[in-house]
T-cell receptor
């Protein structure tokens, strides 16, 4: 079946550094991918919609200059958290639709010290 | 603004029990509703998807119902097993052509005791 691969699964970094998270659709092409964020005891919240070959669409309240999204090919979208701070510590997860099904990556737990 | 609520937040049952998880949403104009399973440190696994025109879907020991007019869905798990222990998430798709633009509830953390 269709699989979405997400790397890394866990990142610990110092405040001020940038972190890149990759999301790949392994056996299907995804013109659209989605990035979500989940804080402890909260629901998954959509951050942005990643569109292949064009700019991402960000949800209200999400800083596009802080969370850079690049969807350069039909199988890869990347989320870069620039100048990460402790308040950016969260679980980040991507998804892509194929047919009538949505497939999620395994998620990335980001901890900013 | 669409809001999705799940109750209970946590549930602990002995093995073999049948159980029901509840999900409610505030805006009945949905494209579909999905139930997911989330295991610690892992991604989400889609369990059941109910289109807005459907009333229920079944897969094995799982049955999900949808009452769009009242903004409610239930996930019924029959003969629960310890392997069912996980967090169950309900999500509605707003539609609009971008499959995967989902609004999630906070989930129900299920623990099935052997």
């Amino acid at each position: 079946g269709a699989v979405v691969s997400q790397h890394p699964s866990r990142v610990i970094c110092k405040s001020g550094t940038s972190v890149k998270i990759e999301c790949r659709s392994l056996d299907f092409q995804a013109t659209t991918m989605f990035w979500y964020r989940q804080f402890p005891k909260q629901s998954l919240m959509l951050m942005a919609t990643s569109n292949e070959g064009s700019k991402a669409t960000y949800e209200q309240g999400v800083e596009k200059d802080k969370f850079l999204i690049n969807h350069a090919s039909l199988t890869l979208s990347t989320l870069t958290v620039t100048s990460a701070h402790p308040e950016d510590s969260s679980f980040y997860i991507c998804s892509a639709g194929w047919g009538s099904t949505v497939f999620f990556g395994s998620g990335t737990q980001l901890s900013v010290l | 603004k669409q809001e999705v609520t799940q109750i209970p937040a946590a549930l602990s049952v002995p093995e073999g029990e049948n159980l029901v998880l509840n999900c409610s949403f505030t805006d009945s104009a949905i494209y579909n509703l999905q139930w997911f399973r989330q295991d610690p440190g892992k991604g989400l696994t889609s369990l059941l998807l109910i289109q807005s025109s459907q009333r229920e879907q079944t897969s094995g020991r799982l049955n999900a119902s949808l009452d769009k007019s009242s903004g409610r869905s239930t996930l019924y798990i029959a003969a629960s097993q310890p392997g069912d222990s996980a967090t169950y998430l309900c999500a509605v798709d707003k539609g609009g052509g971008s499959q995967g633009n989902l609004i999630f509830g906070k989930g129900t953390k299920l623990s099935v005791k052997p």
